[in-house]
């Protein structure tokens, strides 16, 4: 046996991994359900490293070095579990099984325990960056078993993308972890993309700029406090001319989302463990809304109620909306890291919030400069209560409070929907009050429930008697 990892699952991230590592130096057995797509990896790529061909589980098994380390790159789901039995009954105690597709995180919490029964090692693996992350260098999130870091991280830190020469790779927590800040990770996403197209349709819709403009302005964005991933990605497709029409292709391409579910579920996990994460939330709705194309050719046309001009200062507008977005997106994030804290209470698996900025600099979809600003801050202080309390984002949302104030009611006040950025104005809104009418929300529930409320100024639970004398009791 030779071969210092396996990868089984050669679909578009598979074999770019299984690459990624031969590249590296790694001998890698590869495997897949139909030998065809391995024989076309071998061909088409085989001089790239040492590579070791297999057909059956037993084969490939055998082909590896102990303890034996096998990453799975298979659809998230049913086939994940059917191949994890395969593997694990020709595999020994001390073995390592890595499954690196978007699981849901309940799931490997789930196939740890099972593993971890037989003696195996599981490590749910988060990787973001797609299919070019995933050949030159993705963001890796591997949770499961600290021991087992020790036999793997090398291997995974080799072809992680590097930021400073610091891997995009690091031991994020026991069982699910990994998965967990992965799905977190693509709800961000999720928010950013929205904000984003959310900026752009009020650079088109208010101030009348087309595609090649706009992608301009996004070149331009990408200079600054802005510059990341999809906004460099954003001004690139917003450039691309249809070779059909001539037309730039964002005019030609259906207005309707698809989703495949890590955004919803990051929605849903945040329900249950009582976060707002209201930008993801949006992000969300906005793509099944865009979705909802029945509804859509039946609304259009509905009264629009405009009570503004457009911007006639398209500079200063300009400006607005780019403030307006770096706050919102300084709210997504924040929300984000809100739902991690959450998520680490919950399951005891003490995660580092600076960690997660640190391997999300690079490799990942939401790579931006930003994340270096959300490192600090949470170095200087872990248990910051909200990333937008830390003093470089509190003074950044105090430079564009206004401009986000203008973008929400201009945008209203000409009908634009703005659903993130609405929402992140109204969080921070809330955060920052005083009083919120929760307590009137409190009351109303004493009175139809007997639910109970507490009192500003003395301890315990009241009840008012409200069908009776309406007089206060204690409860
Ligand atoms: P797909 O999700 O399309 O999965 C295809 C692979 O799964 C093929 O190798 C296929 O084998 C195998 N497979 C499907 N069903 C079974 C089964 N019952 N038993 C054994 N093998 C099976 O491939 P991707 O490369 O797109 O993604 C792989 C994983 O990575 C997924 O979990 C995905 O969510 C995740 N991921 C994908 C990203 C992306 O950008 N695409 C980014 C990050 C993560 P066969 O060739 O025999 O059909």
Known sequence: ARAQIGVTGLAVMGSNIARNFARHGHTVALHNRSIAKTDALIEEHGS??????TETIEEFVGALQ???RVLIMV???D???AV??????AMEPGDIIIDGGNALYTDTIRREASLRERGLHFVGAGISGGEEGALNGPSIMPGGPKESYAALGPLLESIAAQVDGTPCCTHIGPDGSGHFVKMVHNGIEYADMQLIGEAYNLLGSALGYDAGKIADVFTEWNGGDLESYLVEITAEVLRQTDAKTGKPLVDVIVDAAEQKGTGRWTVKSAL???VPVTGIAEAVFARALSGSREQRKAAVGLASGVLADKPTDAAQFTEDIRQALYASKVVAYAQGFDQIAAGSAEYDWDLHPADLATIWRGGCIIRARFLNRIKDAYDENPKLPSLILAPYFRDAIETAIDSWRRVVSTATLLGIPVPAFASSLSYYDALRAERLPAALTQGQRDFFGAHTYERVD???KFHTLWSGD???VRA
């Open 48 to 53: 790239e490293g040492d590579f070791v061909r």
């Open 84 to 89: 994890i039995e395969e593997l694990a009954a």
């Open 470 to 472: 309406r007089s206060e």
């Open 458 to 460: 003395a301890e315990g």
């Open 272 to 274: 249950d463990l009582g």
């Open 75 to 77: 659809k998230a789901g």
């Open 79 to 81: 086939p994940t579990d």
């Open 66 to 68: 102990k303890p034996r």
